[in-house]
């Protein structure tokens, strides 16, 4: 045995998790520190080609919406619903193999997607992400399985430097945030490789670090949930039926749009019944 090496025996222990694959570790990670690092297995090419994607994608909505209005309701370092853009790598993004085997194991029952944003934390610079907060913000309460998990798939290589996110481990388990001598104590970043997903309980307190590079730092956000929640932005009405199988379309959401009518909802459950 070297020194420091964690111990492998153990005693008094009756029951025990055991996992089998990466998707089945990453899991169990959210469970109980409330994040894990996810590899897509894109390729090396295939992330180069998602990095000048995000860049196109981020000046033609730059373009469309303004930079001066985007700024006044500082939203300058946000690319909100990118999948709803043409470029259909954005919804390669959202329905990774790898990314959907471990949110299953982490959802139980269906879940859908509630968006998917660009995130640009700016060298030198203070951006709206860079402050404590859980992805379902104002919300208080701990609950025994997640409701929602957030992936953030990494564009950039995520470095102490460029302001790799901080987590408080643990902390989708306690319903308050805690006192800043914790937070300080506490703390810490999540570095991970350009491609990956950092998968995280929606109930953990996270936030952007500082980046003291001269580069940005890129990442697109997204968080599932199961159905009951409404999406940021109705992704049903925005993006085309016909590019997905049936199981894409579930998790887009357009299982659960909800029903204009009595008449509408009763149709529904006739046509499930088929
Ligand atoms: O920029 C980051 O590292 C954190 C992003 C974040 O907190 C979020 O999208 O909810």
């Known amino acids: 045995m070297r020194a420091n090496s964690v111990p492998e025996s153990s005693y008094g222990i009756l029951l025990r998790d055991q996992t089998n694959s990466p998707f089945e570790a990453a899991a169990e990670e959210v469970r109980n520190l409330?994040?894990?690092?996810?590899?897509?297995?894109?390729?090396?090419?295939e992330i180069t080609e998602i990095a000048k994607a995000f860049d196109a994608a981020r000046n033609l909505y730059i373009a469309k919406y303004g930079e001066e209005r985007l700024s006044s309701i500082d939203e300058l370092n946000t690319v909100r619903s990118m999948l709803t853009q043409e470029n259909e790598i954005f919804?390669?993004?959202?329905?990774?193999?790898?990314?959907?085997?471990?949110?299953?194991?982490?959802?139980?029952?269906?879940?859908?997607?509630?968006?998917?944003?660009?995130?640009?934390?700016?060298?030198?610079k203070k951006y709206n992400q860079g402050a404590w907060h859980r992805d379902l913000p104002y919300q208080h309460f701990v609950s025994s399985r997640p409701l929602a998990?957030?992936?953030l798939y990494c564009v950039d290589d995520f470095t102490l430097e460029n302001g790799a996110t901080f987590v408080l481990p643990a902390s989708h388990k306690?319903?308050?945030?805690?006192?800043?001598?914790?937070?300080?104590?506490?703390?810490?970043?999540v570095q991970?490789?350009?491609?990956?997903?950092?998968?995280?309980?929606?109930?953990?307190?996270?936030?952007?670090?500082?980046?003291?590079?001269l580069s940005v730092r890129r990442a697109i956000n997204h968080v599932y949930n199961i159905p009951f929640f409404k999406q940021q932005i109705n992704l049903p009405a925005n993006v085309c039926a016909d590019h997905f199988t049936s199981d894409e379309r579930e998790i887009l959401g357009f299982n659960y749009v909800e029903p204009a009518s009595v008449e509408d909802y009763l149709r529904k459950r006739e046509a499930v019944k088929k």
């Open 91 to 124: 919804r390669r993004i959202a329905l990774n193999d790898n990314l959907l085997s471990t949110l299953k194991l982490i959802m139980s029952g269906k879940f859908i997607i509630n968006q998917q944003n660009g995130i640009i934390n700016p060298p030198g």
């Open 192 to 213: 991970s490789k350009a491609g990956s997903y950092i998968v995280l309980d929606c109930m953990i307190f996270h936030s952007g670090g500082f980046n003291s590079t």
């Open 34 to 45: 409330g994040y894990a690092v996810v590899d897509s297995g894109f390729t090396s090419a």
């Open 174 to 189: 306690s319903e308050r945030f805690p006192s800043d001598s914790y937070v300080q104590k506490n703390a810490m970043q």
């Open 149 to 151: 998990v957030n992936a």
